[in-house]
């Protein structure tokens, strides 16, 4: 039996030639079972049609097509169209026919008859009935399909009739329309398709099923397959490096990295769009991670336990987020030439491969969201902090912290938005601490400070041999510490909850101050310290857990004084200061400090309270009701906006650790009336209304009965508190 070839290129059996009374019973049978179902009736048609073509004759495909349309009300017009698609398709060709092929020498005509279309010299040529028809000057090899629901291409080699070879990526929905393939291909060097849409898809029937699929690897780092990708490789166990396409596999899947892709080797710098990830790259370590810990302790000293505690939290971020929807920044903090900067890039170098630093003053906000997406488990530099940058861009850090990215919507009618995720942990460096806002991202971060110092020469040398090393990159180190990844994603819930619960503990019973937010920050990147020190086969870091919580305590509660003296409410107790010196408030009348054994007040949850001191404790005793509007009078002057609202400020105040609470009743020299209490001894850092004549030392024993000192007119106007 004889085979001929559909449209796209598949072989079928020769349809037997039948009687018109056969075929119109067939047609009758074929639709009544396709009923209303579209598919089935499109298939009942296209059997029709198919019968009626086989017969060869133009008057019997004429009478049947008219009679088959009237009979069963299916459309002359559809009959037809299908008869003339047919016809363009199907010629009458076999190895048999009087076809010339001189000049095509080595063709394989039985393969040609069998396709209706050969390559010779990297063209395309159709078969006509006397001699093959060129539609070409350029063949398609094709490689991968990569998919994706937004970006979805394909991978091909295409060579022209004179050589010239290029490795393009096209988008997949330019294959079924000529002229944009025609563009594409054409954008890329001298390939010509003028052939029409029938030649150009039985070429795609023949090519279409040789494409392997694979997904492009959109974010780098950690993947949820279960491996981590570099841009010019991925870890699953073993190294494995990208070939020249750009591909990997694993477990019998196929990843596309674009960035080390031959597709993108010529691309010149200025319009190169994965140059970024190019730092991310796969470099075999000099050294082991022994002895990288050590040298950062010997260069950077104490501040090296908190830096290397951030950058192994970093790496399980996305662990460590899912559980609590945070993550802290690091902040590091000095003026020039400190040796902030230098120990962002040895950070930052244990994963990229000399990634130079994000400006903050300068860079654009595209740029800025797609660090922050592009690496998953990797650690963003934003380099320049002021609080005189663009205060969107301090709002954007500070919503880092709660992992919220950058929302924007897309040109549809579906009212849908894109979000740009947040993937990274981030370290800022600048030579001003984050004090705008309330301290909104100082309470964000973890804070490391740097002062200038005078090196040794044996402090010098391990510093070069440090950045040596760095030169020759480091990243083979990451691996080291994804092996514990399991274990931190069991045990990093109980052993956090435990480090919170004792470090508050630990910080209570020794009178220190402390942040909530901080005690969380500190504890969330001491967690997988604690499990990989405590595995059975831990990490060498050169530090003990001990020293690095000893320290984290230190730390929480110097930068929780730090804060406090800091937020928006030490400007309204400088503005109390102010207002003393300048006799628009008066000690006795709206406010007094006195020594005291009891105290019976209402506290913040509005439940009575009374308070017994073993020794007498100094209290402040001070009125809102004068003191407030002249506070918000002076800070529009001083500020040239509003303070800190009423409302706000007893929410502020209230939940100050040296807050006591409020009376419904106490003695001022003039009159008895409500106020609030604050234990004085607590507000040594931000608060001061004891004044004395000069020459006259104070009663130590009477805190509260000190003469004010009441400066001269001069003193008066040039003691402003900022």
């Not at 169209?81 to 048999?96: A, E, G, I, V």
């Not at 409302?647 to 409500?674: A, E």
Request: charged content about 25%; aromatic content about 12%.
């Amino acid at each position: 039996m004889n085979e001929e070839t559909d449209s796209t290129g598949i072989e079928l059996p020769e349809v037997p030639k039948l009687q018109d009374d056969e075929i119109i019973q067939l047609a009758g049978d074929a639709l009544a079972e396709a009923g209303l179902i579209i598919s089935k009736k499109v298939n009942a048609i296209n059997q029709i049609c198919d019968m009626i073509f086989n017969l060869k004759d133009p008057v019997r495909e004429s009478l049947l097509t008219s009679e088959i349309s009237t009979r069963f009300k299916v459309s002359k017009k559809l009959i037809k169209d299908r008869l003339k698609q047919l016809k363009t398709s199907s010629l009458d060709l076999n190895p048999d026919a009087d076809i010339s092929f001189d000049g095509f020498d080595g063709i394989d005509r039985f393969a040609a008859y069998k396709l209706g279309f050969f390559e010779h010299n990297n063209c395309y040529y159709f078969l006509d009935k006397e001699r093959p028809v060129k539609v070409s000057n350029c063949t398609i090899l094709p490689l991968f399909h990569i998919h994706s629901k937004t970006d979805n291409k394909r991978l091909v080699v295409i060579t022209n009739e004179h050589g010239y070879t290029k490795t393009i990526d096209i988008q997949s929905k330019c294959f079924v329309n000529v002229e944009q393939f025609l563009q594409a291909v054409f954008n890329e060097g001298a390939f010509l398709f003028f052939g029409n849409k029938f030649h150009f898809m039985k070429i795609l029937a023949h090519i279409v099923n040789q494409f392997p699929v694979c997904d492009e690897l959109k974010t780098l780092g950690w993947q949820r397959e279960g491996f981590y990708a570099w841009a010019n490789g991925i870890f699953n166990g073993v190294w494995q490096p990208v070939d020249e396409y750009g591909i990997t596999t694993h477990a019998k899947n196929k990843y596309f990295s674009a960035a080390f892709s031959c597709v993108y080797k010529d691309v010149r710098e200025d319009d190169d769009e994965y140059e970024s990830d190019r730092y991310f790259i796969y470099r075999e370590s000099p050294i082991t991670f022994d002895e990288w810990t050590q040298l950062m302790l010997d260069v950077y000293g104490p501040k090296a336990r908190i830096a290397i505690a951030f950058l192994i939290a970093s790496l399980f971020r996305d662990i460590i987020y899912g559980k609590y929807k945070i993550f802290p920044h690091l902040f590091l903090f000095g003026e020039k030439t400190s040796g902030k900067s230098q120990l962002a890039w040895s950070l930052s170098n244990f994963l990229f491969y000399n990634m130079p630093a994000f400006n903050l003053s300068s860079g654009t906000q595209v740029g800025f969201f797609r660090r922050l997406s592009r690496i998953i488990n990797g650690i963003c530099w934003w380099d320049e902090y002021s609080n005189d940058i663009d205060p969107r861009r301090i709002q954007t850090l500070k919503s880092a912290y709660d992992g919220m990215g950058h929302e924007k919507g897309r040109m549809t009618k579906d009212n849908r938005s894109e979000i740009t995720k947040v993937n990274s942990s981030s370290i800022i460096s600048g030579q001003q601490l984050p004090t705008t806002d309330d301290n909104a991202l100082f309470t964000r971060s973890i804070l490391l400070l740097f002062e200038k110092l005078n090196y040794t020469a044996e402090q010098t040398q391990l510093f070069d041999t440090l950045k040596k090393y760095e030169q020759q990159g480091l990243s083979s180190l990451v691996l080291d510490i994804l092996m514990f990844r399991n274990e931190i994603d069991q045990m990093y819930s109980q052993v956090f909850t435990a480090l919170m619960d004792k470090m508050k503990a630990d910080l209570a019973r020794e009178g220190k101050q402390f942040e909530e937010r901080l005690v969380r920050n500190f504890c969330l990147i001491l967690a997988p310290i604690k499990i990989i020190l405590d595995s059975q086969n831990p990490l060498h870091l050169n530090f003990s857990f001990d020293e690095i919580y000893s320290q984290s305590k230190i730390m929480i509660n110097d930068l929780s004084i730090q804060i406090t003296s800091s937020e928006s409410l030490s400007n309204f107790w400088l503005m109390i200061e102010y207002m003393l010196d300048n006799k628009m408030i008066e000690p006795g009348k709206d406010f007094e400090v006195k020594s005291i054994s009891s105290i019976t007040f209402t506290n913040k949850y509005g439940q009575n309270e009374t308070h017994h001191y073993i020794e007498p404790k100094a209290v402040l005793f001070i009125r809102f009701t004068k003191i407030h509007p002249l506070y918000m009078e002076g800070h529009r002057r001083q500020f040239n906006k509003n303070g800190i609202d009423l409302v706000s400020l007893m929410h502020y105040i209230k939940n100050q650790p040296s807050y006591v609470g409020y009376l419904d009743s106490h003695r001022f020299d003039d009159t008895v009336t409500s106020c609030f209490a604050f234990d004085y001894g607590m507000m040594a850092n931000v608060l001061n209304l004891q004044r004395f004549i000069r020459g006259t030392a104070p009663d130590e024993s009477k805190p509260g009965n000190d003469q004010p000192f009441t400066p001269s007119p001069a003193e008066a106007d040039d003691d402003l508190p900022f």
